[in-house]
């Protein structure tokens, strides 16, 4: 062995070690739960057009809600339009639920930041009450039984490979 | 430079990467902390400032003027560590001057809402725009809401609690966020 083996060793080893350990963990900012019944979730979407949680049953579906007067929820939108555009080809199904704010605001925020993301309307807030966020935005993953089974805290970058990758994951998986 | 000396920089910098850098308390910014573990800004809002922002969202008049009369500061916590902070807001103090005052929790506000008649999507809107009354700040997990307090002139001294294990009462941290002006 020369001289140089065993630095190159080393470095590989920690550099093996890095990946593995990012592999094993969750992605930054997500909670795996104890599977909860996702709550009854049906609402009106923008145009009007009834949407219930139960007709996604037998997909993984990514529930978000958000507001526009939320600066979090500003920044992280687009994130999500980025992420939807990939993953709806690989069967992720998504519920956009905007909290207690009217068609006129919805729309014109959705135009600039999500435009091709259907939006529903939670116009009194109390589906979004029902489901408990720990604040806006709160983004929750729901397994094809209809559970929850991953929160995430917070806004996020949902586009970054970490993050879509998981997600490709749990539709495999589930 | 020779194949070795990079290879033992390479090795260095490998190794000490994982250190997280600590911040110190930031300096001449009397409504921020930050500690290692945590970061917490106060931010004063006038009753101007606060009615501005309802009135974008629509509220109507009698809440706006309900609202001019409380006095409201934004806090954001961040938990920059590695371990869950607990957070109950009902454990936090609060003085005017010299003199303690009450908080005015969520519950009361919703009261004072549902008596008014304010419609629902006013009601909810406010409720998000509140400071959470209790949460176990995950690592890297930042919140902020408003508090209410009522209005006055003198300067506000809040003494805010965390815990960092879940009803030990041997692991407070206390800080004392002082001389906050609530402008009218």
């Given at each position: 062995?020369?001289?140089?083996?065993?630095?190159?060793?080393?470095?590989?080893?920690?550099?093996?070690?890095?990946?593995?350990?990012?592999?094993?963990?969750?992605?930054?900012?997500?909670?795996?739960?104890?599977?909860?019944?996702?709550?009854?979730?049906?609402?009106?979407?923008?145009?009007?057009?009834?949407?219930?949680?139960?007709?996604?049953?037998?997909?993984?579906?990514?529930?978000?809600?958000?507001?526009?007067?939320?600066?979090?929820?500003?920044?992280?939108?687009?994130?999500?339009?980025?992420?939807?555009?990939?993953?709806?080809?690989?069967?992720?199904?998504?519920?956009?639920?905007?909290?207690?704010?009217?068609?006129?605001?919805?729309?014109?925020?959705?135009?600039?930041?999500?435009?091709?993301?259907?939006?529903?309307?939670?116009?009194?807030?109390?589906?979004?009450?029902?489901?408990?966020?720990r604040g806006l935005p709160a983004s929750?993953?729901?397994?094809?039984?209809?559970?929850?089974?991953?929160?995430?805290?917070?806004?996020?970058?949902?586009?970054?490979?970490?993050?879509?990758?998981?997600?490709?994951?749990?539709?495999?998986?589930? | 430079?020779?194949?070795k000396t990079i290879l033992a920089i390479?090795?260095?910098?490998?190794?000490?990467?994982?250190?997280?850098?600590?911040?110190?308390?930031?300096?001449?910014?009397?409504?921020?902390?930050?500690?290692?573990?945590?970061?917490?800004?106060?931010?004063?809002?006038?009753?101007?400032?606060?009615?501005?922002?309802?009135?974008?969202?629509?509220?109507?008049?009698?809440m706006l003027d309900k609202i001019k009369?409380?006095?409201?500061?934004?806090?954001?916590?961040?938990?920059?560590?590695?371990?869950?902070?607990?957070?109950?807001?009902?454990?936090?103090?609060?003085?005017?001057?010299?003199?303690?005052?009450?908080?005015?929790?969520?519950?009361?506000?919703?009261?004072?809402?549902?008596?008014?008649?304010?419609?629902?999507?006013?009601?909810?809107?406010?409720?998000?725009?509140?400071?959470?009354?209790?949460?176990?700040?995950?690592?890297?997990?930042?919140?902020?809401?408003?508090?209410?307090?009522?209005?006055?002139?003198?300067?506000?001294?809040?003494?805010?609690?965390?815990?960092?294990?879940?009803?030990?009462?041997?692991?407070?941290?206390?800080?004392?966020?002082?001389?906050?002006?609530?402008?009218?």
């Open positions: 062995m020369t001289k140089l083996t065993y630095p190159i060793i080393t470095i590989l080893l920690l550099i093996s070690a890095n990946i593995a350990g990012s592999q094993t963990n969750l992605p930054k900012g997500l909670l795996a739960l104890k599977p909860l019944p996702a709550p009854t979730t049906r609402l009106q979407d923008i145009d009007g057009k009834t949407y219930d949680l139960t007709e996604d049953r037998g997909s993984v579906v990514f529930v978000h809600f958000w507001a526009s007067w939320c600066g979090p929820c500003r920044r992280e939108m687009p994130a999500i339009q980025k992420m939807w555009n990939i993953m709806q080809k690989e069967g992720l199904k998504i519920a956009l639920i905007n909290t207690a704010e009217d068609e006129d605001t919805v729309f014109s925020f959705l135009a600039s930041y999500a435009p091709d993301i259907r939006a529903l309307m939670d116009k009194d807030g109390q589906v979004t009450e029902k489901w408990q966020p929750y993953i729901i397994n094809k039984n209809g559970y929850i089974i991953y929160q995430a805290l917070g806004g996020r970058p949902w586009d970054d490979k970490t993050y879509l990758n998981f997600i490709r994951q749990i539709l495999k998986e589930d | 430079m020779p194949v390479l090795l260095i910098i490998l190794v000490i990467s994982p250190i997280t850098i600590i911040n110190p308390a930031y300096a001449g910014n009397k409504n921020q902390y930050e500690s290692e573990n945590i970061r917490i800004r106060v931010i004063p809002r006038s009753p101007q400032q606060i009615a501005a922002f309802y009135e974008a969202r629509g509220f109507q008049k009698n009369q409380y006095c409201f500061i934004t806090i954001y916590v961040r938990n920059k560590g590695k371990h869950i902070i607990w957070h109950d807001l009902g454990k936090w103090t609060f003085q005017a001057g010299t003199k303690k005052i009450q908080r005015i929790d969520r519950h009361q506000l919703k009261q004072t809402w549902q008596k008014m008649g304010i419609p629902l999507p006013h009601q909810s809107t406010f409720r998000w725009t509140l400071l959470p009354e209790q949460l176990d700040f995950r690592p890297e997990e930042g919140e902020g809401g408003n508090i209410v307090l009522p209005a006055t002139n003198e300067n506000i001294r809040i003494t805010s609690q965390f815990n960092l294990y879940k009803n030990n009462s041997d692991d407070i941290v206390k800080l004392i966020l002082d001389n906050i002006q609530c402008k009218k």
